[in-house]
C-alpha cells in the first residue's frame, strides 16, 4: 500500500476519489431524506399552529362580534336615547331617575339575551351615574363593585369612560359576584350624536377564560401561549405570565400575517400572529422550537447510524479493491521504465505514463519521416525555381538534378502556367476553425494536387512555389505538339472550373507559349509573367494566354477627350450621380472593351479619372475641406486595382463619393437663393400692409391684386413664412396702431377705430379684446390712470 500513495497523482489515488465520491451518493440521499422529513415535520407543525390560531380567531371573534352587537342594541335602545337626548328633564327633572329605573329593569332582557356576557352598564357622564341591569349606581361606588383598586384604578376608569368618540376593546379586571378578581375584555363605547359631547359610554365585559376555554383541550395550547392583542398592541386575552408576555415584541408585528423567532428564558420560540378582519384585533400565538425536533430524534440517529456504517464499509472495501486492481498497472509500468524507482520520478498517473511512452516513439518516427519529406519537397522546389528563372548551377549537369528529384521530362515541349489566387474568402470561411497559416497550408496542398492531376491526365506537370505565388511547368505530351496551346487552355479552364465548384477558390491564370527546348523554360516563364500584366486590363479571373495577347496593342494613346471630359465635371458638380456614372462607363467601354490599351497608358487613363475627380471638388470651393483631403489614400487605393473590373468599381464608388459631396453644397446654394427671395417678396408685403392699414378695404384679395398673386397662395406663403395668417397679421397691425393712437390722444374708441380701417365700431371692440383681453374702453381708462400716475403704457 506504500507504493500505491507513494506519488500524489497516482492512479490509485484516483480510483480511491472515485470510490470515494460513489460512496458520497448515499450518504448525500440520506442527508436530504432527513432534512425533508424535518420539514415535513416542521411544516405540520406549523399547520398545526396555525389551525390553533385560527380556532382561537373563530371562537373569540364570535364573541367579539356579540359584545359589538350588544353594544348596538344599548346605544340605539328608544329608551336610552330619550334618557340622553330628550328636553324633558328640564321642566321635569324628577322624571329622570324614574326612567333610569325602568332603562335599568329594562336591561335584564338583555342579560338573558346576552348570557355569555358576563357584566355591563351604561355610564351617564353629565350625571356621573351607572346604570347596570336591575341596578343603579353611582360612578365612584360602581367602580368599588366592579373593581379593585389597581387595574384599572379609579383614574384610569374614569379617563376610560369619559372619552369622546371613542370605540374599542381595553383589557381590565373586574370582581366577580363571588368576590374573586377575573381577567376580563371591555368594550368601551362613547355615545355620540353629531357634533355634541358624548353624554354616555357602553361597557361590556367578557372574562377571559370563556375565549380560551373553548381550546384549552388542545395539545399545542397547553404547550404554547395564546395572545389577543387590541389596536395599541394591548393585551386583552393571554394564556402566559406577565413577565413572558412583556418580552414579546408585539411592535415589530405590523403586517397583516406573519411568523417572528424569539427566545424568552432562554427557549427558543416561534411566533405566529394574524390581523382579524372581523373584529380589527391581532392574534398572537407562541410554540416551543423544541417540538419541532423531539419527533424528528429518531429519523436522525438512524440516517447518522447509516451514514457512518457506510463510510467505515466503503472504505474498507475501498482500500481492498485498489490494492488488488493496482498490482498488474504498477508491474506494467516498471516493465516500461525498466527502474525500480521509477514512481519517484514519473510525471502524471501510471496510465499516462504508458500512454506517453508509445505516443513518444510513434511521434518520433512520423517526425523523421515528414522531416524528410519536406527537405526533399524545399530542395525540389528550389531546383525548380531556378531552372524557371534560367539560374542553373553548371557543375551539376540538369539530368543529374533531374534524376535526384524523380524528374521526368517524356519530351522536349515545355511551357509555363502562373496561378494567382484572386478570392478565398469562401474557402476560408468552411475551416474557419483553422488559424490562418493551417489555410494557407491547406490551400497550397490543395492547388498542387489538382493541378499535378488535370496536367497529369496527358502531360506531366510540377507545381512550384516561386515569388509569392505558384507556377506549374508543364511537359507538353509527344501526341500534342500540334495542339499543344488548346491543350494548355484545356488545363486552365479545367482546372479554374474545378476549384470555383469544389472549393470556392477564384483564380486568374496566364499561359505561355510552348517551347522546344529546356533552355528555353526560362523564357515561357517570362511569357507567363508579361500575360498576368494585362490582368489589369483584361479583367480578374481569366485565362490569359501570351499567344493571344502577343499582338501589338494600341499605343496611340487612349479615349478621354476634353469634351468628355467637361461633360463628366459638370455631371459631377451638380452632383447627379446617375449621369456621371453613364458619362464614366462611355469611357471605360471605349478604352477597355472596344479596343485593347496597353498596361502603361491603362495607368495614365486612370490618373486622369483621378485628376477630373479633384478638379470637380475644387471647382465647388471647398476642396480645403473635402473627403479627398481629409482621407488622402482614397485615389491610392485607386491606383492599386489590379483589373479593370476593379478600377470601375472604385472609380464608380469615388463618383458616388464627390457627388454625394457636391450635391448638399449645390442644394444649400439653391435653398439660400429661395430664402433670399422669400425675405425680399415678405418684405415688400409688409411694407404694404404698414402704409395702407388705415384703409377699411385693405384685405388679402386686394394685397394679392397689387402683387399680381392669388389670395390662397398669398395667404399660405405668408403663413408657412411666418407661422400666422395674413389676416391675423393685418388686425396684429392696425390694434398695435390703435393703443398708440389712445395712449397719446384723447380720441374716443370710434374715431380711433376709423383712423386704424375698422368701419364697424363692434368689430373693432371684438378684434381689440381678442388680441388684447379688454375693451378698447377699458385700455383707454388704464391709459389715462396710468398717465396721471406719470408712466405710461407701451403699445
Known sequence: MKKIFYLRRSIALTWLI????????????????????????????????????????????????????????????????????SNNYVLHPA?????????????????????????????????????????????????????????????EWSKAVNRNDYKGFMPMIRRDENGQMQKTVAYVSSYSFGDTTSPATNVIMVDQQHMLGAISNVELFSKGHVFILNEENGILVSNSSVNRELNIPFDTMSAPTGVAFVELDGTPYEVLYAKSQRSGLKYVSMVPSNLYWEKAKLIRSLIIASCMLSVLGGVLLTLFFI?????????????????????????????????????????????????????????????????????????????????AFHIHFATQNFAVILLYVENVDEFEGRYQEMNVVRKQVLLQFILTNVFEEMTGQKNDGYVVEIDEGLAVLVNVGETLEKEGTLELQRIARDTQRFLLEKYSIHLTLSISRIHSQIESIPQAYQEAMDAMEYKLVMGSKEILSYESLHQEPNEMGYYYPLQVEQQLINFLKLGEF????????????????????????????????????????????????????????????????????????????????????????????????????????????IAFILENYQDANLNISLIGQHFDMKPTYLSKLYKDYAGEGLLEFINKTRIDKAKQLMNGTEKNVSDVAGCVGFNDVTVFIRTFKKFEGVTPGKYKEMASESRLRGGSMEP
Open 18 to 85: 472515485s470510490y470515494l465520491t460513489v460512496l458520497l451518493l448515499p450518504i448525500l440521499c440520506s442527508i436530504v431524506v432527513y432534512f425533508i422529513s424535518s420539514r415535513t415535520l416542521e411544516n405540520e407543525i406549523d399547520t398545526a399552529n396555525r389551525s390553533l390560531l385560527s380556532q382561537v380567531q373563530e371562537v373569540s371573534d364570535n364573541y367579539f362580534d356579540a359584545m359589538q352587537r350588544l353594544n348596538f342594541e344599548l346605544t340605539w335602545n328608544v329608551n336610552v336615547q330619550n334618557l340622553l337626548y
Open 95 to 155: 322624571e329622570f331617575n324614574v326612567d333610569m329605573y325602568y332603562i335599568s329593569k329594562e336591561l335584564e332582557n338583555y342579560v338573558n339575551a346576552y348570557g355569555f356576557v358576563d357584566q355591563f352598564y351604561i355610564f351617564l357622564k353629565n350625571y356621573n351615574q351607572v346604570v347596570a341591569p336591575s341596578h343603579i349606581y353611582e360612578g365612584n361606588y360602581a367602580y368599588g363593585i366592579y373593581y379593585n383598586e389597581q387595574t384599572p384604578s379609579l383614574e
Open 323 to 403: 490494492r488488488r486492481n493496482y498490482n498488474p498497472v504498477y508491474q506494467l509500468v516498471k516493465a516500461l521504465s525498466g527502474k525500480s524507482d521509477m514512481l519517484s520520478g514519473m510525471e502524471g498517473n501510471e496510465f499516462q505514463y504508458i500512454q506517453k511512452a508509445f505516443d513518444n516513439t510513434q511521434t518520433k518516427l512520423d517526425s523523421l519521416q515528414s522531416q524528410m519529406e519536406r527537405q526533399n519537397l524545399m530542395l525540389r522546389n528550389h531546383f525548380l525555381v531556378r531552372l524557371l528563372k534560367g539560374r542553373q548551377d553548371g557543375t551539376t549537369p540538369i539530368t543529374e538534378s533531374l534524376a
Open 578 to 685: 446617375g449621369k456621371a456614372k453613364e458619362k464614366l462607363d462611355e469611357i471605360i467601354q471605349n478604352n477597355f472593351e472596344s479596343s485593347v490599351v496597353s498596361v502603361d497608358l491603362a495607368r495614365c487613363l486612370i490618373l486622369n479619372l483621378a485628376s477630373t475627380m479633384i478638379k470637380a471638388v475644387s471647382e465647388t470651393g471647398s476642396l480645403g475641406d473635402s473627403f479627398l483631403v481629409r482621407n488622402p489614400k482614397r485615389i491610392k487605393q485607386l491606383m492599386i486595382c489590379e483589373t479593370i473590373h476593379e478600377i470601375r468599381e472604385e472609380m464608380t464608388l469615388l463618383v458616388q463619393e464627390v457627388c454625394e459631396h457636391n450635391a448638399p453644397l449645390r442644394e444649400r446654394q439653391l435653398q439660400m437663393n429661395r430664402q433670399k427671395a422669400m425675405d425680399d417678396r415678405i418684405g415688400l408685403i
